[in-house]
DNA sequence: CACATATACTGAACCGGACTCACCTTAGGG
DNA sequence: CCCTAAGGTGAGTCCGGTTCAGTATATGTG
């Protein structure tokens, strides 16, 4: 039941430019107000509320599309590259997305950090994804075990919250050292906990 | 110039209610809001912010012991530990203390992910005790070199800032592998980036 | 084409929570 | 005692997200 009823013509026509009209608003990191993104789309606010329950669920639709690629990443690194190095590449570029906007960067934390279930589908893929990347490690004996996709999706989250002044090349800092420390006690060297 | 005049004794009794009521607020994590706080304290809104700017403000004096020994005990721990070990130590603390309550929490990671000005201090110190513990570490090659404090300090701001459904363990287990992180690539084992 | 009505839009009002300020109280020195 | 500056009060403001009674219109139907 994925069209109980196709959407009248108008309705579709705003749903448009409220999701252009955010996305603009979140790139261009000026506070995205709900007020101010329904004014940019020339709606009312109330109208942004008949299509999306809350402005965290419009968030989350902004960057569903963008999200779902990120999801998508791990497997394709994994065809290129070691599963040690995948994991490196995944981190930086959850750094750079993160870096990209505030509001890709509350999307990511929102999946990882907390436990809205707005986000709830997002966070499940993106667990899955890293659960292969992780499997994909120990199976080749470069990473630890025991480090669900969960754990290791939590603590990225601190790295995309970060906001402070110079973050971005902390956050490079960290997923780094989380990196190595993932590598650190894989199975060739032992010392399971 | 510490008191240009010593506060009435009224101003004194209240502010120490203000700080009780807002300590036992922030450990019965029920919210917090500033009213409640005052309420408790026997007082009215105005005479809390009298005393305190800002709710934050409030946080930072009421953390603000806890704060101290904690930035004292990186340096006790150095006296009784390998520098790992010590690093490792600290590391638990921290989310142990975050853990303790939902204030704490809020303490631990505005000193660390944010660059609020009310904890200035706190985060300089912080900043200081971690740096004497790294570089221990690195000076036995233990650790490996080029982490400030400072970065280290925000990669534990993602820790202290979790609070989705099984955060604690999940802390634990990021904490264990940002502390591997760290071991690994130390000067016996070269690897400079 | 008229019109019925489900669907959609509007925006003033509401709500929660941090913060302010014009006015009142009182501690405590002289 | 009493004067007055330090201190306290709490209704009110501000800010953002969210709601809902009232109004407009797209579209299927006769």
Redesign the pocket.
Known sequence: MPS????????????EALLAAAREAFLADD??????I?RRA?????????????????VAEVYRQEVADLCATPARLLAEHAPDEALRAFLLLLVEHAAVSRGMGEALESIMATDSPVFDDAREEMARALDDLLAAGVAAGLLRDGVTGRVLLRGLGGICSMRANGWQEDAIRIATILHDGLRHGAASAGSHP
């Open positions: 109980p009823r196709p959407l009248r013509a108008d309705a579709r026509r705003n749903r506070d995205a107000h709900v007020e101010e329904a020339g709606v009312a606010v109330g109208t942004l509320y008949r299509h999306f329950d809350t402005r965290e669920a419009l």
